[in-house]
């Protein structure tokens, strides 16, 4: 073997002993206790409600359980818990990814809910959040109200709270912290405008209203517009009879570019972040972000067809006829139902419930907020969900519940409210001037840097927590073969035991490892 082979042998090496050293500290790490940071009468008094029971609220429920917390309340819509991955939900909505890319740190995916399965149905999904909250006492320790869709929040400036009013009971409930965990689909359908409605003699609906699918049975042609899941989701349930009209054209990615070894860590890894302006990136990056991106993000699971349909729908090129759709290349595509798989616009439903609270100028782009979590008009309110820049929402929804809990707490400190709004000023700018085609600011997905510099939005949440995990997070992105370590390490801080009296706490700040 030549001094090279011997060289390249040497480096495999040892990064191959890095990662089972770090594996191995970071198991450790996981059964040394937490000594918790937040004073008895702050857990004991403090009112937390949370809207909404999909994957944020559940998270978040318990984050604030395992750190103590004993008033929870979870206001929920329907009649159960899962979000977006509901019962009711339309038929065939499934994972677009493998499983393994969508996994809390801290609970592995049960072998018989993922057993032959690559990406899981709704059915799974929701069984996977009903065992992470049976675990974690979500439902023994945990208010949960069925039924109950919030109809205004209104600040009690001198009880420094949120008087919240349930719109079916008129019932009131006050919170010290309210967090909104409602995401993106659970409110106001977009339903797009298009010219002569009126003269069509089929069906319209919109994709939250498809459920088992019983109208798309009976149908001999189907059109879907839009190029979101839900599109690509519905175009199964019926492919050889229906046609996908999408603003611009979609490539499908192939499903074995997600099989192939440790492609989630390697995803983290190109995707730590992204100057806002295109100019400043690398070029590397922006062919990540602009086409590698928007593949992954609609082209996993394409509809086993041939009749989908690739067709530029720009401005009022699209039209209604009495049997269906006329597009602009002058092409009519038949069809008995039309279905809208145009996504939901959420930020109206905030619009209704902070009834008198200018959130900012138009909401029409999505609603921007510092670190996608706080809203420096809104004291006190977290918004959980809302946007998901790590490519896992359930490891998303770990770290943005945990630095929820700490700001609220006051360990993890928030900026001035002038400095936060410049930021959020200052970005909202950015984001429009470079990404003026998108009406809901799809592609701000990273935060920036404070001098030019990237880093990963996970562990600048962490960061804020004023180092406190200390050992656990170690030295992210620093080292290249920390991705393939990173789930270890976010598991050993998510589903650490966490300490609370005295004498345990005694006895984890005596221990060499301990964490203050």
Same mark, same amino acid.
């Given at each position: 073997?030549?001094?090279?082979?011997?060289?390249?042998?040497?480096?495999?090496?040892?990064?191959?002993?890095?990662?089972?050293?770090?594996?191995?500290?970071?198991?450790?790490?996981?059964?040394?206790?937490?000594?918790?940071?937040?004073?008895?009468?702050?857990?004991?008094?403090?009112?937390?409600?949370?809207?909404?029971?999909?994957?944020?609220?559940?998270?978040?429920?318990?984050?604030?359980?395992?750190?103590?917390?004993?008033?929870?309340?979870?206001?929920?819509?329907?009649?159960?818990?899962?979000?977006?991955?509901?019962?009711? =939900?339309?038929?065939?909505? *499934?994972?677009?990814?493998?499983?393994?890319?969508?996994?809390?740190?801290?609970?592995?995916?049960?072998? %018989?809910?993922?057993?032959?399965?690559?990406?899981?149905?709704?059915?799974?999904?929701?069984?996977?959040?009903?065992?992470? #909250?049976?675990?974690?006492?979500?439902?023994?320790?945990?208010?949960?109200?069925?039924?109950?869709?919030?109809?205004?929040?209104?600040?009690?400036?001198?009880?420094?709270?949120?008087?919240?009013?349930?719109? &079916?009971?008129?019932?009131?409930? &006050?919170?010290?912290?309210?967090?909104? #965990?409602?995401?993106?689909?659970?409110?106001?359908?977009?339903?797009?405008?298009?010219?002569?409605?009126?003269?069509?003699?089929?069906?319209?609906?919109?994709?939250?209203?498809?459920?088992?699918?019983?109208?798309?049975?009976?149908?001999?042609?189907?059109?879907?517009?839009?190029?979101?899941? *839900?599109?690509?989701?519905?175009?199964?349930?019926?492919?050889?009879?229906?046609?996908?009209?999408?603003?611009?054209?979609?490539?499908?990615?192939?499903?074995?570019?997600? @099989? @192939?070894?440790?492609?989630?860590?390697?995803?983290? #890894?190109?995707?730590?972040?992204?100057?806002?302006?295109?100019?400043?990136?690398?070029?590397?990056?922006?062919?990540? %972000?602009?086409?590698?991106?928007?593949?992954?993000?609609?082209?996993?699971?394409?509809?086993?067809?041939?009749?989908?349909?690739?067709?530029?729908?720009?401005?009022?090129?699209?039209?209604?006829?009495?049997?269906?759709?006329?597009?602009?290349?002058?092409?009519?595509?038949?069809?008995?139902?039309?279905?809208?798989?145009?996504?939901?616009?959420?930020?109206?439903?905030?619009?209704?419930?902070?009834?008198?609270?200018?959130?900012?100028?138009?909401?029409?782009?999505? @609603?921007?907020?510092?670190?996608?979590?706080?809203?420096?008009?809104?004291?006190?309110?977290?918004?959980?969900?809302?946007?998901?820049?790590?490519?896992?929402?359930?490891?998303?929804?770990?770290?943005?519940?945990?630095?929820?809990?700490?700001?609220?707490?006051?360990?993890? =400190?928030?900026?001035?409210?002038?400095?936060?709004?410049?930021?959020?000023?200052?970005?909202?700018?950015?984001?429009? =001037?470079?990404?003026?085609?998108?009406?809901?600011?799809?592609?701000?997905?990273?935060?920036?840097?404070?001098?030019?510099?990237?880093?990963?939005?996970?562990?600048?949440?962490?960061?804020?927590?004023?180092?406190?995990?200390?050992?656990?997070?170690?030295?992210?992105?620093?080292?290249?073969?920390?991705?393939?370590?990173?789930?270890? #390490?976010?598991?050993?801080?998510?589903?650490?035991?966490?300490?609370?009296?005295?004498? *345990?706490?005694?006895?984890?700040?005596?221990?060499?490892?301990?964490?203050?």
């Amino acid at each position: 073997m030549d001094a090279y082979g011997l060289r390249l042998t040497a480096e495999v090496a040892s990064i191959s002993f890095y990662i089972i050293l770090c594996r191995y500290r970071f198991s450790k790490l996981l059964q040394t206790p937490i000594h918790n940071p937040i004073d008895s009468f702050h857990r004991s008094s403090t009112q937390v409600v949370i809207v909404g029971s999909g994957i944020c609220g559940i998270t978040a429920a318990k984050t604030f359980v395992q750190y103590g917390y004993t008033h929870i309340t979870i206001l929920e819509a329907s009649t159960e818990i899962g979000g977006v991955w509901r019962s009711d =939900q339309y038929e065939g909505a *499934s994972l677009q990814g493998p499983y393994w890319m969508y996994q809390f740190a801290d609970f592995a995916w049960p072998r %018989d809910l993922v057993k032959g399965i690559i990406s899981p149905g709704k059915a799974a999904v929701q069984e996977y959040i009903r065992r992470y #909250a049976e675990k974690y006492n979500v439902f023994s320790k945990v208010d949960i109200k069925y039924q109950c869709r919030v109809k205004t929040a209104v600040r009690d400036a001198h009880r420094n709270s949120w008087i919240i009013r349930i719109a &079916e009971s008129d019932e009131v409930i &006050e919170a010290d912290i309210l967090i909104m #965990a409602i995401g993106n689909n659970s409110s106001s359908p977009i339903i797009p405008h298009i010219p002569n409605e009126h003269k069509y003699r089929g069906h319209i609906v919109h994709s939250s209203e498809i459920g088992n699918g019983d109208i798309l049975k009976s149908a001999h042609n189907i059109a879907i517009v839009g190029g979101s899941k *839900s599109a690509y989701d519905i175009g199964q349930m019926q492919p050889h009879n229906t046609t996908l009209i999408m603003r611009t054209p979609h490539y499908w990615t192939p499903r074995w570019l997600l @099989l @192939l070894p440790f492609f989630d860590r390697i995803a983290y #890894a190109l995707f730590s972040g992204y100057k806002v302006n295109k100019s400043d990136r690398s070029w590397l990056t922006r062919v990540l %972000d602009e086409v590698f991106m928007p593949l992954v993000a609609v082209g996993i699971n394409r509809p086993d067809s041939t009749s989908l349909l690739d067709d530029i729908m720009n401005g009022g090129g699209l039209h209604f006829t009495e049997n269906g759709l006329l597009l602009e290349n002058g092409q009519e595509v038949e069809a008995d139902v039309v279905v809208f798989g145009t996504g939901f616009q959420p930020t109206r439903a905030f619009q209704e419930i902070f009834e008198g609270v200018e959130l900012q100028d138009t909401l029409d782009d999505g @609603l921007y907020l510092y670190k996608y979590i706080y809203h420096p008009k809104l004291p006190n309110v977290f918004f959980l969900g809302f946007k998901d820049p790590s490519l896992n929402m359930p490891s998303n929804a770990s770290i943005q519940s945990l630095w929820t809990m700490f700001c609220a707490a006051g360990i993890a =400190q928030l900026p001035a409210l002038s400095d936060m709004e410049e930021m959020i000023s200052t970005r909202q700018q950015n984001t429009r =001037q470079c990404f003026h085609f998108s009406s809901t600011s799809l592609h701000d997905f990273f935060l920036a840097g404070e001098s030019s510099c990237d880093y990963s939005y996970t562990v600048d949440l962490l960061r804020d927590c004023k180092g406190f995990f200390g050992k656990r997070v170690a030295s992210f992105w620093c080292h290249p073969a920390n991705i393939w370590s990173s789930g270890a #390490a976010f598991g050993a801080i998510f589903g650490a035991e966490i300490i609370t009296d005295d004498e *345990s706490n005694n006895a984890v700040a005596s221990d060499s490892t301990a964490l203050v």
